[in-house]
Nanobody, 123 residues
Framework: QLQLVESGGDLVQPGGSLKLSCSAS????????ITWFRQVPGKEREGVSC???????RYADGLKGRITISRDHGESMAYLEMNDLKPEDTGVYYC?????????????????WGQGTQVTVSS
């Protein structure tokens, strides 16, 4: 059973940067595609970025250029690097893993979830 743990969330000022980590255990993360989601109160989780098993990345509209998703070749970690952060980037960021080869932004397709890490962008 794959377990995921996110870390790296923090309070940052607008224009700042963060790098979120997703650590996997219990199974080989290389067997999964990975998606980062953001959730704010009262709204559904929305996909921010995802990376397929072949390391091809996708980004949500409007975020490309400010964020970079990656996964290590040791197949136990995934990352989301965010730059030029804006207040609207605030939310809880979740790492999801899917057995689909190609990554997806659809929450129902996730087979495992982390517990989330809070990102707050505020001056």
């Amino acid at each position: 059973q794959l377990q995921l743990v996110e870390s790296g969330g923090d309070l940052v000022q607008p224009g700042g940067s963060l790098k979120l980590s997703c650590s996997a255990s219990g199974s080989n993360l290389g067997d999964y595609s990975i998606t980062w989601f953001r959730q704010v109160p009262g709204k559904e989780r929305e996909g921010v970025s995802c990376i397929s098993r072949n390391h091809v990345a996708r980004y949500a509209d409007g975020l490309k250029g400010r964020i970079t998703i990656s996964r290590d070749h040791g197949e136990s970690m995934a990352y989301l690097e965010m730059n030029d952060l804006k207040p609207e980037d605030t939310g809880v960021y979740y790492c999801g893993a899917s057995l689909h080869y190609y990554c997806t932004f659809e929450p129902p397709h996730m087979d495992s979830w982390g517990q989330g890490t809070q990102v707050t962008v505020s001056s």
